[in-house]
């Protein structure tokens, strides 16, 4: 019987699957689509991802091509007004080392993570999708696409805001649209349009316009109403730029929704990423809330299959459901102010789980003012390593502090607890223990 089977190899899935390879797990990941997804669509990487991917191993193949946000140069006519940039350019530190949003068009996202994937030995079946599932006895039947009924210990549903996953659950999107307008998005190339800039029409007669430069040559991407394209696109943007795209090379349309699932497990099926939650693009929550529901549900999917135990599993929608609640409050809230502040407020940095079922009662602050629940910052260790490195092991690690003061750093790169050992749901890990530098 199959350990795990991961419906939808997006970004979500992917991080699952590298997570599950990288420990060994036995599990397939499908994709209904023909191959890999070629757009743009969630282009901003925020620094919890960005450390997400450090701990990975993949954070260096992720930023190879990646650029910092540039300013914001609005357009009223003949009259520009600039602003500054949707985010940050902060320099890294020893704890921060990845302290701004980064531009990586989403195609690049999971051609990196793909790639990593395939050199860690696993793979992604394209063209095989979900038809049915039904749960019998702490087994999970599916039936695929392909005419294969398959048997599964677990099954993620990693497959988007149209989860067959989802439906197969009975489970509903809870939430609201904002607005009634359909967007555009698409990437295009054109040159001898200012690539310093963020170039926004707020009062454009179709709607607000936004035309970013992507780290690609040449390329960018568009968000606009769909009345822009209403003489087809290469016209809209001919008549707004008075320049003509040499290539249009993606395109999709979207409407602006804030939706959530109420559960996030049924049995042994769990869902992830956009078949949970679906944010608009302000703020770029989506995929980064994605990947973070995938590195939350990994490592406890791993101990459940070591230990027998499936109670670690109950905090997987304990921990996540309010972080994707609280970033859906976020992401409305930006979209309806049109606000450009960013920051602090959108990074992911503060996001912990202080609050949650493996935090504990414990209160007390412990070295560098942490408790349980809280991310743990990177650190340099004495074995030449950073913590981020040492964390690609998998295991949870036992920082011995200078001054013999011991913080457990949990799988996903939280802290389990500050001056104790290894608590039982760190069962079927080995606890590596390191020091750290003065």
Not at 396 to 407: A, L, N
Request: proline share 5%; aromatic share 6%; with cysteine.
């Amino acid at each position: 019987m199959l350990e795990v089977l991961i419906i939808g190899a997006g970004a979500t899935g992917l991080t699952l699957a590298i997570e599950l390879q990288r420990r060994g797990v036995t599990f397939r990941l499908i994709d209904v689509a023909g191959g890999p997804f070629g757009g743009s669509r969630g282009k901003g990487l925020q620094p919890r991802s960005l450390e997400i991917f450090d701990m990975i191993g993949v954070a260096d193949d992720v930023l190879a091509e990646s650029s910092l946000y540039q300013p914001i140069q609005l357009h009223f006519g003949p009259f520009t007004k600039q602003i500054r940039s949707l985010g940050t350019h902060c320099e890294p530190t020893v704890g921060c080392p990845h302290p701004n949003m980064r531009m990586v068009p989403q195609w690049r996202t999971e051609q990196a993570l793909r790639a990593h994937l395939t050199a860690l030995g696993g793979s992604v079946e394209f063209g095989v999708g979900l038809q049915t599932l039904e749960q019998r006895d702490d087994v999970v039947f599916c039936s695929l696409t392909s005419g294969e009924t398959i048997e599964a210990r677990y099954v993620a549903g990693c497959d988007g805001g149209r989860s067959t996953t989802r439906k197969a659950l009975e489970l509903q999107l809870v939430g609201k649209s904002l607005g009634d307008k359909t967007m555009i998005v698409a990437d295009f190339a054109l040159a001898g349009l200012d690539r310093d800039f963020w170039h926004v029409w707020p009062l454009h007669s179709c709607g607000r316009i936004v035309i970013a430069p992507l780290p690609q040559a040449g390329m960018w991407q568009l968000q606009a109403p769909e009345k822009l394209a209403r003489h087809g696109l290469e016209q809209g943007l001919f008549r707004l730029l008075k320049k003509r795209p040499s290539k249009i090379t993606w395109r999709s349309q979207f409407r602006n929704q804030i939706r959530m699932v109420e559960h996030y497990r049924v049995g042994n099926v769990f869902l992830a990423g956009d078949s949970a939650h679906l944010h608009p693009p302000s703020g770029a929550q989506g995929l980064n809330t994605g990947v973070q529901d995938a590195f939350n549900l990994g490592w406890k999917l791993v101990s459940a299959l070591r230990c027998g135990d499936n109670g670690i599993l109950d905090t997987y929608e304990a921990e996540r459901l309010p972080i994707a609640a609280a970033m859906l409050n976020l992401t409305s809230t930006l979209h309806l102010n049109s606000s450009t502040k960013r920051g602090d407020m959108t990074n992911q940095l503060s996001i912990g789980y202080r609050n949650g079922p493996l935090a504990g009662s414990e209160a007390a602050a412990g070295p560098l003012g942490l408790q349980a629940g809280d991310r743990m910052p990177d650190m340099r260790l004495s074995d030449g390593r950073r913590l981020f490195e040492a964390m690609r092991d998998g295991n949870p690690v036992q920082i011995v502090m200078t001054d013999g003061e011991r913080i457990l750093v949990r799988p996903d790169g939280y802290v389990a607890g500050v001056g104790k050992e290894a608590i039982k749901a760190y069962q079927g890990f080995s606890v590596l223990e390191v020091s750290s530098l003065p």
